[in-house]
């Protein structure tokens, strides 16, 4: 059973940083390209970040460019977002998220809550 | 990057009845490899995203067959046949044709 598991997120102050992680389970996970997806309270799904099976592409919102990093760790099975200068606007649920057949997402977290407020 | 707008935003619908939302494109997401990348996802409240439909009409399984996916270019509508109560929730389109992929606004299916 394919499993993706996020953690890390926190309230945190305009500025600030965060790590999030997604444990991902039950897949080939260093054959897949995985991505990060955010939602604001109430609002629609944006892509924030993608990045390729190895490790050796990645692509990013215009508005997170140059504050977030996805980066993984195929030994361990896990996928990173490490964001920085962190807004106000950046307050979300971030899904993990598995772009497969026809780069459709089949796959998705429960979701890590990021808050960002003084 | 591509602008997904869907309508309607939202869709009170008579349970039994059937529903549809379109989505339009920006831009042609005929890719050059010949795909075309427009997929369908629910979300349920409290719930993440589904994946409902990949490639314009593909249904995933275990996906009833009341939900049907059609379009080309840039028109693209997702169909409920008859709605049931578990339908309710928001549905986005979502393009991966061109990077950075993108979703629509989300049109919320609500029963009157």
């Known amino acids: 059973e394919v499993q993706l598991v996020e953690s890390g997120g926190a309230l945190v102050q305009p500025g600030g940083s965060l790590r999030l992680s997604c444990a991902a389970s039950?897949?080939?996970?260093?054959?897949?390209?995985m991505s990060w997806v955010r939602q604001a309270p109430g609002k629609g799904l944006e892509c924030v970040a993608n990045?390729?099976?190895?490790?050796?592409?990645?692509y990013y919102v215009d508005s997170v460019k140059g504050r977030f990093t996805i980066s993984r760790d195929n030994a361990k099975n896990s996928l990173y977002l490490q964001m920085n200068s962190l807004r106000a606007e950046d307050t979300a649920m971030y899904y993990c998220a598995r772009p497969g057949s026809y780069w459709a997402f089949d796959y998705w977290g429960q979701g890590t809550l990021v808050t960002v407020s003084s | 990057d591509i602008v997904m707008t869907q309508t309607p935003l939202s869709s009170p619908v008579t349970l039994g009845q059937p529903a549809s939302i379109s989505c339009r494109s920006s831009?042609?997401?005929?890719?050059?490899?010949?795909?075309?990348?427009l997929s369908w996802l629910q979300q349920r409240p409290g719930q993440p995203p589904r994946l409902l439909i990949n490639?314009?009409?593909n249904r995933l399984s275990g996906v009833p067959d009341r939900f049907s996916g059609s379009g080309a270019g840039t028109d693209f509508t997702l169909k409920i046949s008859r709605v049931e109560a578990e339908d309710v929730g928001v549905y986005y389109c979502?393009?991966?044709?061109?990077?950075?992929?993108?979703f629509g606004q989300g049109t919320k299916v609500e029963i009157e």
């Open positions: 990045i390729k099976s190895d490790g050796s592409q990645e």
């Open positions: 831009q042609s997401l005929v890719h050059s490899d010949g795909n075309t990348y």
């Open positions: 039950g897949f080939s996970f260093r054959t897949y390209w």
């Open positions: 979502m393009q991966s044709t061109q990077s950075m992929w993108t």
């Open positions: 490639k314009i009409s």
